[in-house]
């Protein structure tokens, strides 16, 4: 599973979360990247080779000068030379700030915390659920008749992503009760305590009976959402078919075999109407599950 997002995040806040689980895992440790700094830095070989150099160059014109040996053209030669090796060394200056996306992740994920989710925050049993919440969310929001406006997509656009907010955060909570339960259990139960740790398991445990009905609501609801699919998908190919029966119907006759073959071409319309109602419904009790997941 991959970062959960509040969908009241910012989109492209929202992408950046999700697509930098590994960088919110460190930062929920409590990484923090280091300081920008202003100055620049330069790579080794141009710097090693300047600072090996250029004190030769500087002691070879103080000899030449010193013997009175160096006309001008010796001088200039040995300045040019200083100078290119000095320009060729800054050409490899780079910024010093090389962590700008480091830096923006981790604003982003200070600002928004506590409006995302990851995977340490669940429990075994808690990713489970969440995974079969995820792809039934994920089946109806791919779905073709989702994206040709058979079903009510401003609303799946707008509910389902709400629904897996509200799912994730429900089992987030219920992961932390039940691991701080387990660690109380595992430090012993003193007898006069007993009585009250039945009660809070039946707690634990009618919660994630609610949070599991939610998801077996939204299977369910992909599930309708799947047959309208297999539906829409064959009534298309029988109208591919339907739309190629004059060309068999032209061989049929020019070949005099007609007889043999109209009444079965004839039941591609048939199936064609009976694909179209059978769509109609399909896609009727996915609207009738989605009411239910309103309610």
Same mark, same amino acid.
């Given at each position: 599973m991959g970062v959960v997002v509040d969908p009241g995040v910012p989109p492209e806040v929202a992408g950046l979360l999700r697509a930098n689980a590994p960088l919110l895992s460190r930062v929920r440790a409590g990484w923090v990247p280091p300081a920008a700094e202003h100055h620049t830095r330069r790579k080794g070989p141009s710097s090693v080779?300047?600072?090996?150099?250029?004190?030769?160059? &500087?002691?070879?014109?103080?000899?030449?000068?010193?013997?009175?040996?160096?006309?001008?053209g010796?001088?200039?030669? @040995?300045?040019?030379?200083? &100078?290119?090796?000095?320009?060729?060394a800054s050409m490899s200056e780079v910024p010093e700030d090389?962590?700008?996306?480091?830096?923006?992740?981790?604003?982003?994920?200070?600002?928004?915390? @506590?409006?995302?989710?990851?995977?340490?925050?669940?429990?075994?049993?808690?990713?489970?659920v969440l995974g079969r919440a995820q792809r039934a969310i994920g089946s109806v929001l791919r779905s073709h008749v989702n994206a040709? @406006?058979?079903?009510?997509?401003?609303?799946?656009?707008?509910?389902?992503?709400?629904?897996?907010?509200?799912?994730a955060r429900l089992l987030a909570k219920l992961s932390a009760l039940r691991g701080e339960h387990k660690e109380l259990l595992a430090r012993g139960i003193a007898p006069e305590v007993a009585s009250v740790i039945e009660p809070l398991e039946r707690a634990l445990a009618g919660s994630e009976a609610a949070v599991v009905a939610r998801v077996e609501a939204l299977e369910r609801y992909a599930g309708h959402v799947a047959e309208a699919e297999r539906a829409y998908h064959a009534r298309g190919q029988i109208e591919e078919l339907r739309s190629r029966l004059p060309r068999y119907e032209e061989l049929l006759a020019e070949s005099g075999a007609d007889a043999l073959g109209v009444s079965e071409i004839e039941r591609l319309a048939e199936d064609a109407d009976v694909l179209e109602r059978t769509l109609r419904r399909s896609v009727a009790s996915a609207h009738e599950a989605f009411k239910y997941l309103e309610g």
């Amino acid at each position: 599973m991959g970062v959960v997002v509040d969908p009241g995040v910012p989109p492209e806040v929202a992408g950046l979360l999700r697509a930098n689980a590994p960088l919110l895992s460190r930062v929920r440790a409590g990484w923090v990247p280091p300081a920008a700094e202003h100055h620049t830095r330069r790579k080794g070989p141009s710097s090693v080779m300047l600072l090996a150099i250029t004190p030769a160059v &500087i002691a070879l014109m103080a000899v030449l000068l010193a013997a009175r040996m160096a006309p001008a053209g010796f001088v200039l030669l @040995g300045t040019y030379v200083f &100078i290119v090796l000095v320009k060729i060394a800054s050409m490899s200056e780079v910024p010093e700030d090389d962590r700008p996306h480091e830096r923006h992740v981790y604003e982003q994920a200070r600002w928004y915390d @506590g409006r995302y989710l990851l995977a340490d925050d669940f429990d075994h049993d808690a990713r489970l659920v969440l995974g079969r919440a995820q792809r039934a969310i994920g089946s109806v929001l791919r779905s073709h008749v989702n994206a040709e @406006g058979l079903l009510d997509d401003t609303r799946n656009a707008v509910m389902l992503p709400a629904q897996e907010w509200e799912i994730a955060r429900l089992l987030a909570k219920l992961s932390a009760l039940r691991g701080e339960h387990k660690e109380l259990l595992a430090r012993g139960i003193a007898p006069e305590v007993a009585s009250v740790i039945e009660p809070l398991e039946r707690a634990l445990a009618g919660s994630e009976a609610a949070v599991v009905a939610r998801v077996e609501a939204l299977e369910r609801y992909a599930g309708h959402v799947a047959e309208a699919e297999r539906a829409y998908h064959a009534r298309g190919q029988i109208e591919e078919l339907r739309s190629r029966l004059p060309r068999y119907e032209e061989l049929l006759a020019e070949s005099g075999a007609d007889a043999l073959g109209v009444s079965e071409i004839e039941r591609l319309a048939e199936d064609a109407d009976v694909l179209e109602r059978t769509l109609r419904r399909s896609v009727a009790s996915a609207h009738e599950a989605f009411k239910y997941l309103e309610g």
